[in-house]
């Protein structure tokens, strides 16, 4: 029976260390975060418990150079659900959107280059200069886009039609067979909707490589290039590897402020965004400790959670808890291997979490100079507001960057994604000066020719992409200031990324939706009871949603008025 609980505002360690907790949350990313905030405003009292003195986890702000502020991992906002902007009003707790536009500017060794945003002449004149039939094919490709992921949107903001787990009473069994039965039935209405043209389009995109899906649709290089990196970022997949097409509608899902596809900065960093979610959970009565690692779960003999043990050896007592951790860092290290059914131990242990990325965040005492605008000026441009992409100028030289990895090697000619975001905020360095970031790819785990703990390899690494830079933008590496750089053990190790993956886990059709992170256990619950999944290792997936918080606390709540 569903009952109401006090609820408890946020208060010193001591206090939550001697108290009974109705729920416990492992990690203060945005998502635990998120799930502590609509448990909280449901009456529960939920205490987050951060590994790292800053909550947040990849979406996060920190200064590590005097007077720059740096978006560490994660850099743009777009993923993030209306729903949970609306329900926790973040705008009113701090989230400050900073629209770009363009959005995009992607440079040319030949002096040419091509700008794209939300301004339909100006992508039509933009793309006109390298194909007339691009320019007409580009505005039907972005409306065929729309429409899958109105198509999709639905899916992401409720838990999946899982099969029943356990045993139970026939109410119950009845109760959620009706629930699937209504959403098949809904899917099947809104697929019907679409009609079978665009249904078989939409399974060519989910399914094809996005070299096809671009090769069909486009002639021109710089165009596919330019929207391939959605289709391989944080992946180490290559624009060949079938199924790629789907991280290609997963980056355009999103929207800012009702514009769908549209991905703009956060005033102060992604940290703001952490910030704004944790000031809607406090505001709700729950509390968040930092420098609170959690290095086991208590499990009773009966199978079921009943709290966590801190690194500092204090025990937390509850009845149920959450992790934001990813799966294989929540069931391997966290869960004594005794406990978890040998399948769902052995499907955790074998998921992909292999990563080929790498963060740069730089500062910089200018902004560059592209030669291909002639431009002279210290100011800021149109070029220098988006997403500026450089490297690879072909499909085939993204292909060659993604097989460097595979055979063990950091990319020659790296994927390398720029961001100025200080072209619009300005309170995250020194007036004049400016933040940048590279988001890079391919980087291997675990490179054969040497090792990302060597201080000379990382630096060798960061001068090849300091030096691809000043190919476009002469005098770009005598700008810089300082530099902070995240390889995929170092997201692993300082973010708790298994494997610096940086969505827990890989995109792949094969993790997700009912697959993810493992197939009958798609719904936030666990084999252990009590213990819930709320991170991005769960459906919908990765990057800065706050759906797999929102929704895993929606079956919390559920499963609370069933107790």
């Avoid at 402020?257 to 009565?285: L, N, T």
């Avoid at 509390?287 to 966590?308: C, F, P, Q």
Wanted: proline share 5%; net charge neutral; with cysteine.
């Amino acid at each position: 029976m569903w009952r109401q609980f006090r609820k408890f505002s946020s208060s010193s360690s001591f206090s939550a260390k001697e108290k009974k907790w109705d729920a416990l949350i492992i990690g203060g990313g945005h998502n635990g975060l998120t799930a502590a905030a609509y448990l909280a405003r449901s009456g529960l009292s939920v205490a987050v418990l951060e590994r790292r003195h800053i909550i947040g986890g990849a979406a996060v702000t920190e200064e590590l150079i005097p007077g720059f502020k740096f978006s560490r991992c994660s850099y743009l906002q777009s993923l993030l659900r209306p729903c949970v902007i609306k329900e926790l009003e973040l705008k009113r707790h701090g989230l400050k959107l900073l629209k770009r536009s363009p959005s995009s500017f992607t440079p040319l060794l030949d002096g040419r280059y091509l700008l794209l945003g939300s301004d339909k002449e100006l992508n039509y004149s933009q793309i006109s200069k390298f194909s007339k039939s691009d320019a007409d094919a580009y505005s039907r490709y972005e409306s065929q886009l729309d429409k899958f992921c109105e198509f999709l949107d639905p899916l992401l903001d409720s838990s999946t039609p899982e099969t029943l787990q356990g045993s139970s009473h026939l109410n119950t069994r009845m109760r959620h067979k009706l629930q699937n039965s209504a959403f098949w039935a809904n899917c099947l209405r809104r697929a019907l909707h679409l009609g079978q043209k665009d249904l078989v389009d939409l399974m060519d995109l989910l399914l094809a490589p996005a070299s096809k899906v671009l090769n069909n649709w486009f002639e021109a290089d710089v165009l596919k290039v330019t929207l391939a990196t959605d289709a391989v970022i944080g992946s180490t997949a290559s624009v060949h590897t079938p199924g790629s097409g789907y991280v290609l509608l997963h980056h355009v899902m999103g929207e800012s402020d009702g514009d769908r596809g549209i991905w703009s900065y956060v005033e102060g960093g992604m940290g703001s965004v952490s910030s704004a979610i944790a000031a809607a959970a406090k505001e709700a009565g729950a509390t968040i400790l930092t420098n609170a690692e959690v290095s086991k779960l208590m499990i009773e003999d009966t199978g079921r959670v009943h709290g966590v043990l801190l690194a500092d050896g204090t025990i937390l007592h509850s009845s149920v808890v959450l992790s934001n951790a990813t799966p294989f860092k929540t069931f391997m290290d966290l869960v004594p291997d005794d406990v978890l059914p040998h399948d769902f131990h052995k499907a955790i242990k074998c998921s992909d979490y292999r990563s080929a990325t790498t963060k740069i965040n730089l500062a910089v005492d200018r902004l560059p100079q592209f030669q291909c605008c002639n431009l002279s000026h210290p100011d800021a441009g149109p070029q220098h507001g988006g997403t500026i992409h450089i490297g690879p100028e072909s499909i085939e030289e993204m292909h060659s960057a993604a097989q460097d990895a595979e055979n063990g090697l950091p990319s020659r000619r790296p994927i390398i994604e720029m961001t100025i975001p200080t072209v619009f905020d300005k309170t995250i360095s020194p007036s004049g000066k400016h933040v940048i970031g590279l988001f890079i790819q391919y980087t291997p785990y675990k490179p054969s020719d040497g090792s990302w703990e060597n201080p000379v390899y990382r630096e060798s690494f960061a001068q090849r992409c300091f030096s691809m830079i000043d190919e476009y933008a002469p005098g770009f590496s005598s700008s810089i200031i300082g530099y902070d750089m995240l390889t995929p053990p170092d997201l692993e190790r300082e973010i708790g990324l298994t494997g610096g993956n940086i969505f827990h886990g890989s995109m792949g059709l094969d993790s997700l939706f009912l697959m993810r992170p493992v197939k009958g256990w798609s719904n936030y619950r666990t084999p252990i009871e009590g213990l819930y999944l709320c991170g991005s290792g769960t459906h919908p997936g990765g990057g800065v949603m706050g759906a797999p918080g929102r929704n895993a606390a929606h079956v919390v709540i559920e499963d609370f008025k069933k107790s």
